[in-house]
């Protein structure tokens, strides 16, 4: 079975530019997140979809980050425009659905710099 | 406030068993502890995950105390593969999970 896919691996910016990474999760799973990890620290929840729908959003910085799931499959993460604090590997996960029972199994991020 | 501690670090020599305790005194009585573990350059696993019993898999096994206000992560043989941050997840309140800064791992040869 193939995992949680992530694209690009590695991505280095400039501070100001934008970035967008692609998640594509194991299939037949509904929900999907995206966690941001700085370097030293657990990772933290950005966002949580269930299917196409944003179930949590809290912890997103919507002033410069999106995040989309189309069709309820891909998802893509946007940061628009960078700062030098984003500097940080983003996770995918996805899971069989939502619920505090279910296992979430995750990509092998893409690491970010902003420099 | 919810709150859960680890030890920021701990040390096993290779094939003894290592018990990585957690305390998580504010939890309820249906809220999962889940395991995951971060092995370096890669994104988090699932190791194991209980409410009340104690739980084992092919991985490890997970000691729950009868108060829940604290479990243990017990892996039976540590191999130098099993060098990670591990960290406990008590999922509050059915919602999502939270990472806290976990335990490092080493083993040594």
Redesign the interface.
């Given at each position: 079975e193939a995992g949680?896919a992530q694209s690009p691996r590695y991505k280095i910016i400039e501070k100001r530019q934008s970035v967008a990474f692609w998640c594509n999760p194991i299939s037949g799973h509904a929900t999907l997140?995206w966690?941001q990890q700085i370097l030293?620290?657990?990772?933290?929840?950005l966002i949580?979809f269930q299917n196409n729908g944003v179930v949590?959003d809290s912890q997103l910085p919507k002033d410069r980050f999106s995040a989309e799931r189309l069709k309820g499959v891909d998802s893509t993460l946007k940061i628009q425009p960078a700062k030098l604090e984003d500097s940080a590997v983003y996770?995918c996960?996805s899971s069989l659905n939502s619920?505090?029972?279910n296992?979430?199994?995750?990509?092998?991020?893409t690491r970010l710099t902003v420099l | 406030d919810a709150k859960t501690t680890q030890p920021n670090s701990m040390e096993s020599n290779e094939e003894e068993p290592v018990h990585l305790p957690c305390n998580h005194s504010t939890i309820s009585g249906t809220?999962?502890i889940?395991w995951?573990r971060q092995l370096p350059s890669?994104?988090?696993?699932?190791v194991i995950?209980g409410l009340t019993s104690n739980v084992n898999n092919r991985m490890a096994s997970l000691a729950i105390a009868e108060d829940r206000k604290s479990s243990t992560l017990i892996l039976h043989r540590a191999t130098l593969r099993d060098a990670a941050?591990y960290?406990c997840i008590p999922?509050y309140n059915?919602?999502?999970?939270?990472?806290?800064?976990?335990t490092r791992l080493t083993v040594k040869p």
């Open positions: 949680v997140y966690y030293g620290q657990g990772p933290k929840l949580q949590d996770l996960a619920g505090s029972y296992e979430q199994f995750f990509g092998p991020g | 809220d999962y889940h995951y890669q994104g988090p696993e699932y995950h941050v960290y999922i059915n919602n999502d999970m939270r990472f806290g800064a976990g």
